[in-house]
Nanobody, 115 residues
Framework: QARLVDSGGGLVQAGGSMRLSCAAS????????MDWYRQVPGKQREMVAT???????NYADSLKGRFTVSRNNAWNTVNLQMNNLEPEDTAVYYC?????????WGQGTQVNVSS
């Protein structure tokens, strides 16, 4: 059974940094494209960053330069380094993978950025 577990959220002041992690199990992680999404109450979930199995990355245009996604295939983890955080980055962040024809989501981790 595939499982994604998100961690690393919390409270940070504007301008600060935070690192989120996602631990994957039950999938062949080395071939999986992994994503980070975020969602604010009342709004649609939006893609934050994607990293392919070969390490190619893609980011939401508004986040380029502040967020960095990386993966560790030895540990089956994907990370999201967030720098220069803004109050508008406050959201629940979710790890995601579309694997073997199904969507898998982490449970989400709350990030709060205070002004």
């Amino acid at each position: 059974q595939a499982r994604l577990v998100d961690s690393g959220g919390g409270l940070v002041q504007a301008g600060g940094s935070m690192r989120l992690s996602c631990a994957a199990s039950g999938i062949n992680f080395k071939i999986a494209t992994m994503d980070w999404y975020r969602q604010v109450p009342g709004k649609q979930r939006e893609m934050v960053a994607t990293i392919t199995s070969s390490g190619l990355t893609n980011y939401a245009d508004s986040l380029k330069g502040r967020f960095t996604v990386s993966r560790n295939n030895a540990w089956n983890t994907v990370n999201l380094q967030m720098n220069n955080l803004e109050p508008e980055d406050t959201a629940v962040y979710y790890c995601h993978s579309f694997y073997c024809g199904r969507d898998f989501w982490g449970q989400g981790t709350q990030v709060n950025v205070s002004s």
